[in-house]
């Protein structure tokens, strides 16, 4: 097979004038802008450009386009490149994929000498056992494993998406699509035209007869003219519930690709048909091409694909090949016509090249065999709407059968005929998109609050009342009286299906399993008719009773990076974020907020609240407006304890719990006004109380008048703690008296704070030391943090972060929720009973704890381990002596600046729960240390006299 | 004690700022916000409000009122114009029961204006946004980069333009978001106002 490059060609797609230098398995080497990489390979007299899966056999150009299964390559960073599709770029350094040492001399081509032993199964039947072993066989195999190389190291590159709403999306651009979206966009129809080329025009791109290219100037200028969004180089990948579309749009000028969600009224498959190839011995040989592939070669590319050919033509595109290598100066040396009834039997000649083809028992020299044996209806979207198409042996292909309304279907895959009325079926089916994607739009609009009122009733629903396409008589061509391969991506011979088939492997979907034909890089475009007309055969049954395997997304595979699209991950940062950030902040992340965790030093961060102040930001602490006179009610379902009696000014704290007694939440909630109340809630169960709460309010109670608002970022929340802190917020504070005795613990005040007038000031604290926790207008937050550094110096305050607080509250005894608790812990394992009002008349959960109240449960206690340096992990076991019977956990432990000790909170088996109890935990390392139970959960201030100061 | 506070925007970090511009992000989180809730008879303050669900007019004073949910309204405007849209709402007769409250500092709120924004908004949210489906005065709540939104279309002059409410927390967040969004429609920011 010896390709050259041709003078130029009047339907060539490459400047001539533009030469791009590029690099082939190290080699230099040029083509054309407008080549592809295999295009260009080609022209420079390549022939052999990957080697197949299973058994490296030399693989050449097979289809010459996007679904060539034997032009994958690696491109760069970038593996399993279609070279038969991907344009050829300057700089691109361009490689075979999976060969060792190189692609003319693979070792792995010894697989060949073994190839009846590796038959379908091989690996199943012979990988078994023993089952010890499986590691060492997953190494070897591994480095059998196909395809290109990946770097982990790759940047991430700007994959985009959009969304969109077009009335019509017409998949394909052929000249029956282009009439249909011209059609539709006439009728007023906004409408979307996909290609999966890299230009518009399907067959008439390759036609050489003035005729066609007439009609192709013709489309394109009407297209040009027109309002229809064209994308090229994209492909409709999917179709879902209610033409909800993915399409992967592959040139972009700011994107490697972009995904759009298209959610199209009517969408009109139009993806022409597929040239198939055909089973004989040696049809994977480098030299056998499809007609298409050769025609495309010669008119898009100017590229002479051999000297000397055999046509093996069961159809006018065949002898159409054989009319363009002949006008190209390949001698066609013989034409076998399949309509004839004759065969290609065998291509002959050593591994990397074509010698001869044998058909009819004559054997003729030729380094080229082009093949036009059938076609294969690319009916993957219909069968993603719930069509189940149909065979006509008649036509040797599949049609369409019964696809939903808003799924039309047009050109080549509804049927045949001349250009002229394929054109006309294909403006008949716009027309009839437009018309159906009106009614649909009036619809949508009808139901959508926001859009514009609609007038009138809905259209009807239009008829389909085109002229149905007629179906051209085609032999039916699948396999000769020789093997050869179905599957050229995943080396699946018609052999393997016929010894899966005796294997018991009958059915289409399980043989497409156990044999993996169908499911390579082409994913069944090529191969899926030849695999079930192998079944076929091997049953003695017809194609149309072993029928096909389902035609599931994506039409074309596409890359992670399409799927993952843009990445978004929302982060959310206080207004006081800023100045910590310029103070020498560690963030942490927690859940979508970045958090301060320390400055550099949490321990200090303790002791400097310990003996001075120390302001945190706590922002993130969940809050949620109330209004209306039945707050009451709400607190008193939604917590357990008692919340009729509150005053204003008065902060209570409470524990909720979900329906089965587990605890949910907790908080504080104040009275600001006699129908006006402030919830605060965990960080973490901000989001999920709002949506509890607002679902007991919605389904439950919605007549009550209670209107909750989330107002977490609408106020920045700043806890000041410390044995100072009444002196610091007192410098900035206006109009309160902070005195013990007029602001006591558990009150809240509204405040006017370093001159901002509506904060909300409580007398609370996690750290276990006198507190006053603002609540600021989060659009003077930064204001109010910088307003306490500065008036706070001579005070000795600093900031403390989430690190130091979680050492202080755990040196109070706090139990985090989600911490210390879990998804089984009910509420009395808190250690909270007295809060849990059983005598209430209804609260969320109460049945579960009425029912626990004479149950004995865990119970979460304060641990300190008798080795006073040592910090168990979180989650060590607490463990029965040297056994490993689980008696409980550790769920926070830390080193106590303030004691200079380990201290603790786990959950225990209610008999170790008593202070004094001695434990034993089991460490991550093996170790095993004993560990006391304490009389409190506070291992600082037990009495609480710091606080309340 | 500290200087008199000034309204600081959830949006911190520093851009080149351009006065005009064929698609433009504005940041406009200090504009007065209040969000009105009514339920149970709430005929007698939509009627007061006058912007049905999905969406907006304008209030006597100036103010404009979007109709953000089912018996939910945002208030917008200068200071003035808000508290005269919003005054005496709680006490509407035949209101079932009205609440009304400030949101200035909860919701960070960005405007796009220029004839690529429905091209732009389509990189971030999936809603539709045409002409028959998002007409000039629509209003719909939305993911957009992830985020939850409340979006309006208030057009200028003729000219396709959107507010986009978030949580003020996500404002630096999502107005990154949308320059990038913006960026091959060659969309420059605006100074920011209010």
């Known amino acids: ?949 | 004690m500290a200087d008199p506070p000034i309204f600081e925007s959830p949006v911190v970090r520093s851009y080149e700022t351009a006065g005009s511009g064929d698609l433009m992000l504005t940041d406009i989180s200090a504009t007065t916000k209040w969000l009105v809730r009514a339920s149970g008879s709430v005929g007698a303050v939509a009627a007061r409000l006058g912007a049905p669900f999905g969406s907006s007019s304008a209030a006597a004073g100036g103010a404009l009122v979007l109709g953000s949910r089912p018996g939910e309204w945002i208030v917008l405007g200068t200071a003035d114009a808000v508290a005269e849209a919003v005054e005496g709402l709680e006490a509407v007769d035949g209101a079932d029961f009205v609440s009304a409250l400030d949101w200035t500092h909860g919701r960070a709120l960005f405007r796009i204006t220029g004839r690529s924004a429905p091209r732009m908004l389509e990189k971030v949210c999936s809603l539709d946004w045409s002409d028959p489906m998002t007409p000039d005065g629509a209003v719909a709540s939305a993911s957009v980069a992830k985020v939850t939104c409340d979006i309006a279309r208030n057009d200028a002059g003729g000219t396709p333009s959107y507010l986009v409410f978030c949580d003020r927390s996500l404002g630096q967040y999502l107005f990154d978001a949308l320059i990038d969004a913006g960026d091959e429609f060659g969309l420059v920011v605006g100074p920011a106002g209010g």
């Not at chain 1, 797609?13 to 590029?22: E, G, K, Q």
């Not at chain 1, 006081?576 to 020498?584: D, L, R, V």
Request: charged letters at 25%; one cysteine or more; glycine letters at 10%.
């Open chain 1, 1 to 949: 097979m010896t390709m050259s490059r041709l003078e130029v060609q009047p339907t060539e797609v490459i400047d001539r004038s533009t030469t791009l230098r590029f690099r082939w398995n190290g080699k230099r080497f040029s083509g054309f802008e407008g080549d592809t990489i295999a295009s260009a390979l080609a022209a420079a007299g390549e022939h052999v450009f990957s080697r197949s899966m299973k058994y490296h056999r030399p693989r050449g150009i097979l289809t010459a386009d996007y679904w060539d299964p034997n032009l994958l390559v690696q491109v760069g960073d970038d593996p399993n490149v279609r070279a038969g599709h991907r344009l050829l770029e300057a700089g691109m350094d361009v490689g075979a994929q999976n060969v060792w040492p190189s692609l003319h001399r693979d070792i792995k081509a010894a697989n060949g000498l073994v190839s009846r032993f590796l038959t379908a199964g091989f690996y199943y039947k012979t990988f078994m056992r023993p089952q010890r072993l499986w590691p060492a066989y997953e190494r070897v195999l591994a480095t059998f494993a196909p395809g290109g190389k990946v770097d982990p190291d790759t940047p991430h590159r700007y994959h985009d998406k959009r969304y969109s709403h077009p009335d019509v999306v017409v998949a394909g651009a052929g000249p029956a699509g282009i009439e249909a979206a011209l059609a539709a966009a006439a009728a007023g129809a906004r409408v979307m035209l996909v290609e999966h080329e890299h230009a518009v025009g399907g067959h008439l791109r390759y036609a050489h007869p003035e005729p066609a290219r007439a009609a192709l100037a013709e489309l394109r200028a009407a297209l040009a003219a027109s309002d229809v969004e064209v994308l090229t180089d994209s492909t409709v990948t999917g179709r879902y519930e209610d033409n909800w579309l993915g399409i992967v749009q592959r040139s972009h000028p700011v994107a490697v690709e972009r995904l759009i969600k298209a959610r199209a009224k009517v969408l009109v498959v139009a993806p022409g048909l597929i040239e198939r190839p055909y089973v004989f011995a040696g049809n994977d040989r480098p030299g056998v091409i499809t007609s298409v592939a050769a025609r495309r070669l010669i008119n898009l590319w100017g590229v002479k694909p051999g000297e000397r050919a055999v046509v093996f033509t069961a159809n006018a595109d065949g002898d159409a090949a054989a009319a363009d290598l002949e006008r190209a100066g390949v001698e066609v040396a013989a034409v076998v016509d399949g309509r004839d009834g004759r065969r290609v039997s065998a291509a002959q000649g050593p591994p990397k090249a074509l010698e001869a083809v044998v058909a009819g028992g004559t054997r003729t020299e030729a380094d080229l065999l082009v093949v036009a044996a059938g076609w294969t209806a690319p009916t993957s979207l219909l069968n993603m709407a719930g069509d189940r198409p149909v065979y006509d042996p008649a036509a040797a292909r599949f049609f369409p059968s019964d696809p939903p309304g808003n799924v039309l279907a047009t050109g080549g895959l509804a049927g045949d005929g001349r250009l002229d009325e394929l054109r006309a079926h294909g403006a008949a089916t716009g027309r009839l998109a437009a018309q159906r994607a009106a009614a649909v739009a009036h619809r949508y609009q009808a139901r959508t609050a926001r859009a514009l009122a609609v007038t009138g009733d809905e259209p009807a629903w239009a008829a389909d009342e085109r002229a149905p396409l007629r179906r051209d008589r085609h032999p039916e061509l699948y396999r000769s009286d020789t093997h050869g391969m179905v599957d050229l991506s995943e080396d699946v011979g018609s052999k393997d299906l016929v010894a899966a088939a005796r294997e018991g492997y009958d059915s289409v979907e399980l043989a497409k399993r156990y044999t993996t034909a169908t499911m390579g890089s082409a994913q069944g475009k090529l191969e899926t008719v030849n695999t079930v007309a192998a079944i076929a055969e091997a049953r003695g049954e017809t194609i149309a009773q072993v029928g096909t395997t389902v035609w599931r997304p994506p039409y074309a595979p596409l890359t992670l990076g399409a799927l993952a699209g843009r990445m978004f991950e929302p982060v959310r940062v206080s207004s006081i974020h800023p100045w910590h950030e310029a103070n020498g902040v560690r963030t942490i992340q927690a859940g979508q907020w970045i958090r301060p965790d320390h400055y550099g030093d949490p321990a200090a961060e303790v002791r400097n609240v310990r003996t001075n102040v120390g302001i945190i930001d706590v922002t993130p602490l969940g809050k949620l407006d109330l209004r209306g006179p039945d707050i009451p009610k709400l607190l008193n379902l939604l917590y357990t304890n008692k919340w009729s009696k509150l005053a204003v000014g008065k902060v209570r704290y409470g524990m909720m719990c979900a329906e089965d007694g587990v605890v949910l939440d907790d908080g504080v909630t104040g009275r600001l006004g006699p129908e006006h109340y402030l919830m605060t809630t965990t960080s973490s169960g901000a989001a999920g109380v709002w949506e509890w709460v607002e679902n007991w309010l919605q389904t439950e109670r919605p007549d009550w008048r209670v209107h909750v608002t989330p107002v977490t970022t609408a106020y920045a929340s700043i806890n000041v703690a410390g044995p100072k802190s009444r002196e610091l917020v007192s410098r900035v504070v206006d109009g309160v008296d902070l005195s013990p005795e007029a602001f006591a613990y558990m009150e809240v005040r509204t405040a006017t704070v370093a001159g901002v007038a509506g904060c909300f000031m409580w007398r609370i604290g996690f750290t276990g030391e006198l507190s006053f926790e603002l609540h600021v207008p989060a659009g003077h937050g930064l204001h109010v943090w910088e307003a306490l550094m500065e008036a706070g110096a001579d005070l000795g305050v600093g900031p403390f972060g989430l690190e130091g607080q979680r050492i202080m509250r755990l040196e109070k005894g706090h139990f985090i929720v989600g911490q210390d608790t879990d998804g089984l812990t009910l509420a009395p394992s808190t250690g909270m009973s007295p809060l849990i009002k059983l005598d209430k008349e209804d609260f969320a959960g109460l049945p579960e704890l009425a029912w626990a109240a004479d149950r004995q449960l865990p119970l979460i206690v304060a641990i300190q381990p008798d080795d006073p340096e040592i910090v168990p992990e979180e989650a060590a076991q607490i463990v029965r002596g040297d056994t490993n019977e689980i008696l409980g956990r550790i769920t926070s432990a830390r080193m106590s600046p303030t004691l200079g000790r380990a201290v603790c909170l786990g959950q225990v088996e209610p008999e170790l729960a008593a202070g004094g109890t001695k434990l034993t935990v089991l460490l991550a390392s093996g170790q095993r240390i004993g560990a006391t139970v304490m009389d409190h959960h506070a291992h600082f201030d037990p009495a609480g006299e710091r606080l309340r100061g």
